[in-house]
């Protein structure tokens, strides 16, 4: 985590209060920042990432003070999963105060997804602006989420985007999405914190809520046009994923798959095993350089059943991404 110069942070906040967008780093992904309270700059997000207005946007405070404000109803549920597990990757989604939050950030919905994010980049740049900040991952709408200052500066190239570098994110995938209802909690997109980790918090503090799993608005949209947004997370070349090492023969397939002469022509990468630490290799190895010859990337990642309860659990996050970012998904011969 890189430790900025305030001088720099003071820049990007004039830079965002002439107008412009401040790509920031967060302890997750690289976020696409604009003031709560520009609708210029707010719509300029969604035109810089080629992304739908039904996609709404989370919104990023520095303390729980300020998320309060945004929402018309903040509960017992609602505290106690921010003070564990703020400032950190899980986004609440809660009931929206329409006096402070604009509907372009959420996409028309009477709910609003808030959380802080684990920065010190990030959160001096919120105190300093003075105000909370829409910031969804710096990407093109279903590419690969930045996790490097660099990887902005390439997807950014042709714009004016001022580019806080805070180094490589530590997390490295987008945060857990909960929607807060009174007594239940629903996951709308896995992340590094876990189902287990939210239910254990929510018994420390002695509340009987059930936690479900669920969809977020995009993958609701997707269910009402069916294939239109399952692809995500996609880099420009073609991902095969192999549960377990491939074989030879396997790998002679997989390029037949993608119309290449002959397996040469693959990358093969393989994530670690510990799911903290493929997290924050994911999209590093999805956007890496394959290589002169190579034009298609293998991507190896464990067995489940060879994992801890714990480690398979993480890795549901993991495979989430990978099933939306894969051509290919290869689980056992082919
Ligand atoms: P990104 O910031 O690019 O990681 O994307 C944010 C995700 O949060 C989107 O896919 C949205 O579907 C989801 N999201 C944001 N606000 C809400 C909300 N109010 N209700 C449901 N999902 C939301
Ligand atoms: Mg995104």
Same mark, same amino acid.
């Given at each position: 985590m890189n430790a900025l110069p305030k001088s720099l942070i003071l820049d990007a906040c004039a830079f965002s209060r002439k107008g412009g967008l401040v790509a920031i780093p967060t302890e997750t992904v690289y976020g696409l920042a604009a003031p709560l309270t520009n609708l210029d700059q707010l719509n300029r997000i969604f035109e810089? @990432? !080629?992304?739908? $207005?039904?996609?709404?946007?989370?919104?990023?405070? =520095? !303390?729980?003070? %300020? =998320?309060? @404000?945004?929402?018309?109803?903040? &509960?017992?549920? =609602?505290?106690?999963?921010? *003070? &564990?597990?703020?400032?950190?990757?899980?986004?609440? #989604?809660?009931?929206?105060?329409?006096?402070?939050v604009p509907d372009i950030v959420t996409s028309g919905l009477t709910t609003v997804g808030v959380r802080v994010p684990n920065h010190p980049v990030a959160l001096e740049f919120i105190r300093k602006l003075g105000t909370p900040v829409a910031a969804p991952s710096a990407n093109k709408f279903t590419k690969t989420s930045p996790t490097k200052a660099s990887h902005v500066s390439e997807i950014f190239s042709s714009e004016d985007v001022f580019v806080l570098d805070g180094g490589d994110c530590e997390v490295g995938i987008e945060s857990t999405i909960v929607a807060v209802a009174e007594h239940e909690l629903t996951i709308l997109r896995l992340g590094m914190i876990t189902k287990s980790?939210?239910?254990?918090? +929510?018994?420390?503090?002695?509340?009987? #809520? *059930?936690v479900q799993e669920g969809r977020t608005a995009l993958d609701q949209m997707q269910g009402m046009s069916?294939?239109?947004? *399952?692809?995500?997370?996609?880099?420009?070349?073609?991902?095969?994923?192999?549960?377990? !090492?491939?074989?030879? @023969?396997?790998?002679?397939?997989?390029?037949?798959? $993608?119309? +290449?002469?002959? *397996?040469? =022509?693959?990358? +093969?990468?393989?994530?670690?095993?510990?799911?903290?630490?493929?997290?924050? %290799?994911?999209?590093? $190895?999805l956007r890496a350089p394959l290589g002169e010859q190579a034009c298609a990337l293998v991507l190896t990642i464990p067995k489940l059943t060879e994992l801890s309860p714990d480690d398979q659990e993480a890795w549901q996050a993991l495979r989430d991404r990978l099933k939306k970012a894969a051509s290919l998904w290869i689980d056992g011969e082919l």
């Open positions: 810089l @990432k !080629e992304r739908p $207005f039904f996609d709404p946007l989370i919104v990023h405070v =520095a !303390e729980i003070s %300020e =998320a309060k @404000k945004l929402v018309s109803h903040w &509960t017992e549920l =609602a505290q106690c999963l921010a *003070s &564990t597990f703020w400032p950190g990757p899980l986004t609440l #989604v809660l009931p929206k105060n329409p006096q402070a980790a939210l239910e254990e918090s +929510l018994h420390r503090h002695g509340l009987k #809520v *059930s069916p294939g239109n947004f *399952s692809i995500h997370y996609r880099p420009t070349w073609p991902v095969a994923v192999c549960v377990s !090492e491939p074989s030879p @023969k396997q790998l002679v397939q997989i390029a037949t798959c $993608f119309k +290449l002469d002959n *397996s040469n =022509a693959l990358r +093969l990468r393989t994530l670690d095993d510990r799911p903290a630490v493929a997290a924050r %290799e994911l999209y590093s $190895f």
